[in-house]
T-cell receptor, first 115, second 109 residues
Framework: GAVVSQHPSWVICKSGTSVKIECRSL??????MFWYRQFPKQSLMLMAT?????????EQGVEKDKFLINHASLTLSTLTVTSAHPEDSSFYIC???????????FGPGTRLTVT | AQRVTQPEKLLSVFKGAPVELKCNYS??????LFWYVQYSRQRLQLLLR??SRESIKGFTADLNKGETSFHLKKPFAQEEDSAMYYC???????????FGKGTKLTVNP
């Protein structure tokens, strides 16, 4: 089956620094990747849709300058949390779609803690 | 607007009992409905989708457009079914998923 990996699985950073999270589709090409945020005991909230070779589409209320998304290849999308603050601490999950199948394959998530 | 409602945050049943996890949706067009499951310490994975009309691990779900529901059912719950279940919707040709808040199912021995 299709596998999506995320790196790192967890990261602790200081307030004001930037953190990059990678999302890779290991055995298929992903034309579209999605970035979600999940607060403790809450559902996944879509942050943005990442399309290979074009700008990401952000959901309403998500700061595009704070959450930079790059989808430079069909197997890699990155999310950079810039100038992180403690309120950015969360579980970030990516998923990848192979296009047209309406099925998304999820990564294991990245736990970000900003101190 | 697209919205998915899972009215039960927690659901607890005994092994062998029937289980139904409720999901209602709001969408003006023809939606694609999914159930995703997240077992403890594992990633989210697709359980089933309405277009395939298949049964996975004994679970079934029927799309009821009149009631705008997509309830997940299993006649005899097993302990290994204990997990977090999310109902999700996509529509309009988009791959974007809108998730419900999830229901935590616990199957007691």
């Amino acid at each position: 089956g299709a596998v999506v990996s995320q790196h790192p699985s967890w990261v602790i950073c200081k307030s004001g620094t930037s953190v990059k999270i990678e999302c890779r589709s290991l055995d298929f090409q992903a034309t579209t990747m999605f970035w979600y945020r999940q607060f403790p005991k809450q559902s996944l909230m879509l942050m943005a849709t990442s399309n290979e070779g074009s700008k990401a589409t952000y959901e309403q209320g998500v700061e595009k300058d704070k959450f930079l998304i790059n989808h430079a290849s069909l197997t890699l999308s990155t999310l950079t949390v810039t100038s992180a603050h403690p309120e950015d601490s969360s579980f970030y999950i990516c998923s990848a779609g192979s296009g047209g199948a309406y099925e998304q394959y999820f990564g294991p998530g990245t736990r970000l803690t900003v101190t | 607007a697209q919205r998915v409602t899972q009215p039960e945050k927690l659901l607890s049943v005994f092994k062998g009992a029937p289980v139904e996890l409720k999901c209602n949706y709001s969408y003006s067009g023809s939606p694609e409905l999914f159930w995703y499951v997240q077992y403890s310490r594992q990633r989210l994975q697709l359980l089933l989708r309405h277009i395939s009309r298949e049964s996975i691990k004994g679970f079934t779900a029927d799309l009821n457009k009149g009631e705008t529901s997509f309830h997940l059912k299993k006649p005899f719950a097993q302990e290994e079914d204990s997990a977090m279940y999310y109902c999700a919707l996509s529509g309009g040709g988009s791959e974007k998923l809108v998730f419900g808040k999830g229901t935590k199912l616990t199957v007691n021995p």
